[in-house]
């Protein structure tokens, strides 16, 4: 069993920037950030292959979000820059031990979620 803590989420102008973290307890080889708007379906976010650092994005955060790890510490990351008030969401940590469901796949450890509320 893997837990992820998120922490990091919060309030921001349109343009502004905000870095979610998220620590797992345990190993896993695939991690993801999702979040989910009220009414919305979830969505993938990012993702990233923890045993090749391969990333993955989006299409309507690519080039503005950066997922990162340090691998040393279990932690994983999204930088989040220029955000728009469409990215205001909940904001999910997602992890398996296996990465054979894809990208944005049905990962088995989800963390608590982190608002991220974006003002215009």
């Known amino acids: 069993q893997v837990q992820l803590v998120e922490s990091g989420g919060g309030s921001v102008q349109a343009g502004g920037s905000l870095r979610l973290s998220c620590v797992a307890s345990?190993?896993?080889?695939?991690m993801g950030w999702f979040r989910q708007a009220p009414g919305k379906e979830r969505e993938g976010v990012a993702a990233i292959y923890t045993f090749a650092g391969s990333t993955y994005y989006a299409d309507s955060v690519k080039g503005r979000f950066t997922i990162s790890q340090d691998k040393a510490k279990n932690a994983l990351f999204l930088q989040m820059n220029r955000l728009k008030p469409e990215d205001t969401a909940t904001y999910y940590c997602a992890a398996d031990t296996s990465c054979g469901g894809g990208w944005f796949g049905d990962y088995k450890y989800w963390g608590q979620g982190t608002q991220v509320t974006v003002s215009s």
């Open positions: 345990g190993y896993t080889r695939c």
